[in-house]
């Protein structure tokens, strides 16, 4: 019988997010990285999520925390869902780029293979600075060799009826098909 090293080995991701993964607004049983654990545990899968997730966290905020998370869990994978303060707060996209890159660098030189999450920003940034802001992260992946991720919004940010008041962050109702999202997508990469 031959089984891929994948369904053998126990991998440990180190989610580095935002509010979008921390469950902004939301009680911690109903956000998607917690429903994403239990199915994992249910489907006997050997996946462990870390989330490190913090509400307002920027690339920047990150670089500063990133070895402490390194050393601390010794993950197999780091899953980076940044970009979107930055992208609010009009940070140069060189810069986001720039603090994308040693993100990735950093994880790798630990041993761990890296996703880079493909974050979009509301249009009302306008579409120059949103093209190229979404466009750093192809750039970013293709320069290190990260797996570029899905984004899991794409789909829920334009529907009303799954996002909170705010219009910024996905309500308890989006939870779980976030969750099957990233599920599927966090397999294709666990694959590769």
């Known amino acids: 019988m031959i089984l891929s090293f994948a369904s053998l080995a126990n991998n440990k991701i180190l989610l580095i997010g935002d509010s979008l993964s921390a469950g902004y607004g939301l009680e911690q049983?109903?956000?998607?990285?917690?429903?994403?654990?239990?199915?994992y545990k249910e489907n006997n899968k050997a996946v462990t999520i870390i989330?490190?997730?913090?509400?307002?966290?920027?690339?920047?905020?990150a670089l500063l925390k990133i070895?402490?998370?390194l050393a601390a869990h010794q993950p197999s994978?780091?899953?980076i869902e940044l970009g979107g303060n930055d992208g609010i707060r009009g940070?140069?996209?060189?810069l986001l780029q720039k603090h994308l890159t040693e993100l990735v660098t950093k994880s790798q030189q630990n041993g761990a293979k890296?996703?880079?999450?493909?974050?979009?920003i509301p249009p009302n940034l306008g579409p120059r600075y949103?093209?190229?802001?979404?466009?750093?992260?192809?750039?970013?992946a293709d320069k290190t060799g990260a797996h570029l991720m899905s984004y899991f919004m794409t789909e829920i940010a334009v529907n009303p009826s799954l996002m909170l008041n705010d219009n910024l962050h996905p309500n308890a109702k989006?939870?779980?098909?976030i969750r099957d999202f990233m599920y599927d997508e966090i397999e294709k990469w666990l694959h590769e």
């Open 114 to 120: 890296v996703a880079l999450m493909e974050i979009q």
């Open 51 to 61: 989330n490190t997730a913090i509400s307002g966290q920027t690339t920047d905020n």
């Open 67 to 69: 070895d402490a998370w």
């Open 174 to 177: 989006a939870q779980p098909i």
């Open 91 to 94: 940070f140069p996209v060189k």
């Open 77 to 79: 994978h780091v899953l």
């Open 29 to 39: 049983a109903q956000a998607w990285v917690h429903l994403l654990q239990n199915k």
């Open 130 to 140: 949103g093209k190229m802001f979404t466009d750093s992260y192809g750039k970013v």
